[in-house]
């Protein structure tokens, strides 16, 4: 299987500050999310990958082929960039299509292709107006449609749901499913953990220009075994309940609030702790109404691979 992208020792320098720091990675075809603060090195990732920028040490390969000043790669890669670079004067379906005819189609097919691409987005209904009376969101849908265009393989999205209202964030991470169960790759840049989180459980954590961790959210946690599990509880006999799964399960501390009738437990084994709760309350008879974890999502996983303070 031919990888979506392999990096060795990849370093950026922009002068003398780091932009990214001997990154190696073998990434495979899929959706994936690429995480990280404003400032990580999030960024100058996608612009080694789009050959953007050339690396200062080390090397990428993006589906085969060396990025840097590889025009052929362009035609199997379409890029959603952060900011903008628009034509003010054209329409969004002017734009679109003056990007298709440069990417290679003629001139009747450059304008389906755009309309179809812009209606993908839904931005059919202000295509035809100029570019410099459109709002941030609109801006945004019609650089997603650019990179649509040309229906590339592999599909390179930095923050695209800035700007969006939270209609057009659920259209978006609708699309970009659609995307994924089509075949086509996908890598989706953004600081908001729970918008990656919307569209794949397979990411990348970049942090200070380097790869703190990738894979899939649940297995990643699952190795973080330094840090216990936190689950929640409530039942009406909280103190008995945190008595008996003391004594009979795998846990490693709790803090009980008998008042709000909640327990918060740790654990160091919470597939095991989820197997013996049901047994342990039905022999029991101890009434639980509510368990609860939000330590398998991704903003957990940054916490802890970041420390708790960044």
Known sequence: ????????????????????????????????????????????????????????????????????????LLRLVGYCPEHDAFYHNLTGLEFVSVLARMGGFGRADARRRAAEALGRVGAAEFMNRRIAGYSKGMRQRTRLAQALVHDPEFLVLDEPLSGLDPIGRHEIIELVRSLGSQGKSVLVSSHV?????????????????????????????SLMNQHPHQIKLRSAQAATLAHHLLRELPVTGIELDEKLQTLSV?????????????LLVADLGLPIDEVASDDDNLESVFKYLVGSDS
């Open 266 to 278: 740790r654990t160091h084994d919470p597939q095991a702790f989820y197997a013996g709760l049901p």
């Open 193 to 221: 953990l729970h918008e990656v989180q919307a569209v794949t459980d397979d990411f990348l954590l970049i942090y200070g220009g380097r790869l703190l961790a990738s894979g899939n959210v649940h297995e990643i946690r």
């Open 1 to 72: 299987m031919q990888l979506l992208i392999q990096t060795v020792s990849l370093t950026k320098l922009y002068g003398v500050v780091l932009g990214l720091n001997d990154l190696t990675l073998n990434l495979p075809p899929g959706v994936h999310g690429l995480l990280g603060p404003n400032g990580a090195g999030k960024s100058t990732f996608l612009k080694l990958i789009m050959g953007l920028l050339k690396p200062t040490e080390g090397s990428i390969r993006v589906l085969g082929k060396r990025p840097w000043n590889n025009p052929r």
